[in-house]
């Protein structure tokens, strides 16, 4: 707490943190230079995540065949539309996930937690997790600095951080895919509506006159605090200017990003109105709508990096709509149970059948002289492979887009048991052009996608 005998309304500093946390996309973020440049700025790969729990039904997601011309499986078969947009990855195994000596016997925490973080998360139902800064926020550090938003972190049926959610592991290790450091993970927005007020502002729609009168009101928020913190400076103890030059230092940052946006024509965005307040009914168009979100943020180059929880481990959420009434989790311990692995095979081919249509929006939105889909590089999956056992060897996973030229498409990839999950994230992260040696515990990158 800063004491002192000027008074600086609260409101105010907290309005302040709202224009640092919470800025709108301002306006179009491509420079207006020359038609060459907007290209080069255009083609920026953006990465994507995409977790779906309780693994798969294996047989009824792996292809036969490897190569080009593979065959689209029962749980596939929704993406066959895609299939020159997309490669299967068969064969990955992600180690840190793996219950050691002496760990609880909770599983899902602990793979969840190591998921993108490639460490083994640490056994505890308190405050006290630690697991290791996930691949996602490795790209946003390097690539926060072209956007309004470093990342943005998106999910669906989440609890809360605080407690335990799985035996001995905090709910904190389920509640999210990204963590910025060992000890920190980041909240994941749930609320349609919240999502777009992260995005937009508190407007309520895309509107560029909207934009624009949301921009002029937050540069006068800024300067309004900016000036009226500097005046407390004098006078102040050594930590309370330690903590004034923390809180200005993130003013000043928001402060570059109002004039990066200046300085840049206007994107051309679809007008969408915001969302309705509390969450739809239905799953269906629940997901559907964040996943429009999300191809806005793209749009707009508001980010570069989105991960997506559609549903956390441990979920309970149920499929009427496609026939299978059961709570997901409790239907993943299948024991190999024939109805069981129908019922998971149907709620598979659900989870890539809104995939699909994720990627049609993306497929169907222009970003310069391509789509977006041929941007994006999507890695979609799970940290298990059996549910029942919770396996962590040979993983569903595919990727999903171009990568900006920089992905092979259009074929199932077979690689040797045991390799690394890690080895795809420096192989992603190379593409990126972020400079990484070694993460979690790769051995190197991945053949056949570093050709490209």
């Excluded at 440049?37 to 009824?60: C, D, E, I």
């Excluded at 997309?86 to 602990?110: C, E, N």
């Amino acid at each position: 707490m800063i004491i002192t005998k000027r008074a600086l309304p609260r409101r105010t500093v907290l309005r302040g943190l709202g224009a640092t946390i919470a800025l709108p996309l301002l306006d179009g973020m491509v420079p207006a230079l020359t038609a060459l440049a907007q290209t080069v700025a255009r083609s920026k790969p953006r990465l994507g995540v995409v977790y779906v729990p309780h693994g798969a039904v294996m047989n009824n997601w792996t292809p036969a065949l490897d190569g080009a011309g593979f065959e689209f499986t029962p749980i596939l078969q929704p993406l066959a539309g895609f299939g020159d947009h997309l490669s299967v990855l068969t064969g990955l195994d992600h180690a840190p996930g793996a219950q050691m000596p002496g760990d609880p016997a909770g599983g899902h925490g602990r793979i969840t937690g190591a998921f993108l973080t490639g460490v083994h998360a640490k056994p505890t139902e308190g405050a006290d997790f630690e697991a290791g800064t996930s691949m996602d926020q490795i790209a946003a550090a390097h690539l926060g600095q072209q956007t309004q938003l470093a990342s943005l972190e998106v999910g669906i049926g989440l609890p809360e951080f605080g407690g335990a959610c799985d035996a001995g592991f905090s709910c904190a290790y389920i509640s999210t895919l990204s963590w910025s450091t060992p000890t920190t993970p980041l909240p994941m927005e749930s609320n349609p509506r919240a999502l777009f007020e992260r995005l937009f502002g508190d407007g309520t729609s895309t509107d560029p006159a909207a934009r624009r009168e949301r921009r002029a009101r937050d540069r006068s928020i800024l300067d309004a605090v900016t000036a009226k913190v500097a005046r407390l400076q004098n006078g102040l103890g050594a930590a309370d200017r330690a903590k004034l030059t923390d809180y200005l230092t993130a003013v000043r940052d928001v402060e570059r990003r109002i004039q990066r946006a200046e300085s840049e024509v206007e994107r051309e965005l679809p007008v969408v109105d915001r969302p309705a307040a509390g969450i739809p009914a239905s799953f269906d168009e629940y997901v559907k709508l964040m996943f429009d979100l999300q191809v806005l943020a793209y749009q707009a180059d508001l980010t570069r990096v989105i991960t997506f929880l559609m549903t956390p481990e441990l979920s309970a959420q149920t499929y009427p709509e496609i026939g299978v009434p059961d709570p997901h989790h409790a239907l993943s311990h299948h024991e190999n149970k024939p109805e069981s692995l129908a019922k998971l095979t149907k709620v598979g081919s659900y989870h890539t059948e809104l995939f699909a249509y994720y990627l049609d929006k993306l497929r169907a939105t222009e970003d310069g002289e391509a789509s977006l889909l041929d941007q994006v590089m999507i890695l979609y999956g799970s940290g298990m492979s059996n549910s029942n056992l919770h396996n962590i060897q040979n993983l569903p996973i595919l990727l999903a887009g171009g990568g900006a030229g920089r992905l092979p498409r259009g074929q199932h990839i077979r690689y040797p048991e045991k390799t690394p999950l890690t080895n795809l994230y420096m192989t992603l992260l190379g593409k990126l052009d972020v400079p990484v040696e070694q993460f979690g515990d790769s051995t190197g990158t991945l053949q056949h996608l570093t050709d490209v």
